[in-house]
């Protein structure tokens, strides 16, 4: 676990004053995972407490996760999505704090009990959140995440550390306007590279900037591709986490949108396009 130093306490400044910029009498969730967001957890309240705003929160565990998760029912979780939802429904910003020490450890519960969570509670609550609040999600550094990035966990943290409070997250947003105004006069898109040979159509999909305002840390300018315009071949060698669960892709074509096919490892061709439709 983290252990409280200045260093969470900057984080915890920058979180509600930048990212959420938090208001008096404005109401916040602070959702988090796993023991080592706990200090994190504290700092928010305390920053949220300090701006005069109204902190709650909700604690998850991903192992008691996986036990509520092995015999759902719909019915259950369109309940749970209910309460989650009239919860949301009277916040103005949200945190999401990801301090798990496993991220696989939802790996081998059966895809149609992960679906349920998704249909129900991610489909209602979340979409809501993304739409209606101002919000930021942010990942606590950790033995696991260091591990993946082949360092010490002392190295990574101060990696992390690094890449939320030395950077200056509103010049960067500033920085990225040339680019936001190039894409959104953008037609098509052909990305090239060893393996790749990408091609879709951008016109219509607005460009947004991701400068700490969303994740954090940050740093990107993203867009996507019109529906079902997606031709050409793609490569990818890395390890891809989504929603807990692991993907190894290694090349695979695309057809209109839809994977037709694919030499990945460890996950099946209906996986990959079920990705595509969740997004």
């Known amino acids: ?16 004053n930048y990212s959420i910029a938090l208001k008096p009498k404005e109401k916040v969730l602070i959702e988090a995972t796993g023991t080592r967001s706990f200090p994190l957890v504290e700092a928010l309240i305390g920053e949220c407490y300090a701006v005069g705003g109204i902190p709650f929160y909700l604690l998850h565990d991903s192992l008691v996760e996986r036990a509520m998760l092995q015999d759902a029912s719909e019915c259950q979780f369109n309940r749970e999505a209910a309460y ?11 945190v999401g704090v990801d301090g798990s020490d496993n991220v696989l450890e939802l790996s081998g519960i059966p895809d149609k009990k992960l679906k349920i969570v998704s249909s129900t509670v991610f489909k209602k609550v979340h979409d809501f959140r993304v739409r209606k609040t101002r919000w930021v999600v942010c990942e606590v550094p950790g033995s696991a995440f260091a591990q993946a990035a082949k360092m010490s966990t002392h190295d990574f943290e101060d990696f992390f550390f690094n890449a939320c409070l030395a950077v200056d997250y509103p010049a960067m947003s500033k920085a990225m306007n040339p680019l936001v ?16 040979d990408l091609n879709f ?10 400068a700490g305002q969303y994740n954090m840390p940050d740093g990107e300018v993203f867009t996507a591709p019109v529906k079902n315009s997606v031709t050409g071949t793609f490569f990818l ?3 891809y986490y989504l929603r807990r669960q692991f993907f190894r892709w290694c090349h ?9 096919r694919s030499s990945l490892r460890y996950r099946r061709l209906q996986d990959v396009n079920e990705h595509f439709k969740s997004g």
Do not use: H, W
Request: aromatic share 8%.
């Open 237 to 239: 060698q890395y390890s």
């Open 252 to 260: 695979f074509t695309i057809c209109k949108g839809q994977s037709c």
């Open 1 to 16: 676990m983290l252990v409280m130093d200045n260093r969470i306490r900057e984080l915890a400044k920058l979180l509600v």
């Open 201 to 210: 159509f951008i016109a219509g999909i607005p460009a947004d900037k991701c």
């Open 181 to 196: 105004k190039l894409l959104n006069k953008t037609k098509a898109v052909r990305v090239c590279g060893q393996g790749t």
């Open 84 to 94: 989650q939802f009239a919860r949301m429904k009277d916040m103005q910003c949200y």
